[in-house]
C-alpha cells in the first residue's frame, strides 16, 4: 500500500509519499554542494536530509486519507 502525500480538487492523488520524498531529496541533491558546509556545522549532520524524509509522516496516518479529517493536516 502507498499513501498519497497530495490530491488534486477531485481528489485523486497527484503524488504518493514515496514519490513527494524522492523528488524533494532530488531538489536537495542539486543544491547541496551550496550549503552542505553550513549546515553540517550547525547540526553536525545532514539535517536538511533527514528534514526531508520526516517532515510529512503526518500523512502516513489514517486520518489523512480521510477527506472529512484532512483539514486537520493543514
Known amino acids: 500500500m502507498s499513501c498519497c502525500a497530495y490530491w488534486d480538487e477531485?481528489?485523486?492523488?497527484?503524488?504518493?509519499?514515496?514519490?513527494?520524498?524522492?523528488?524533494?531529496?532530488?531538489?536537495?541533491k542539486a543544491m547541496r554542494p551550496y550549503y552542505r558546509k553550513w549546515v553540517e556545522g550547525k547540526f553536525g549532520i545532514d539535517a536538511v536530509e533527514l528534514a526531508i524524509k520526516f517532515h510529512d509522516l503526518g500523512k502516513l496516518?489514517?486520518?489523512?486519507?480521510?477527506?472529512?479529517?484532512?483539514?486537520?493536516?493543514?
Do not use: F, I, M
Not at 477531485?10 to 536537495?28: A, D, F, I, N, P
Not at 496516518?61 to 493543514?74: E, F, T, V
Open 61 to 74: 496516518a489514517g486520518a489523512y486519507g480521510d477527506r472529512s479529517q484532512r483539514r486537520l493536516y493543514r
Open 10 to 28: 477531485g481528489g485523486s492523488c497527484v503524488e504518493t509519499y514515496e514519490e513527494h520524498v524522492e523528488r524533494v531529496l532530488e531538489k536537495w
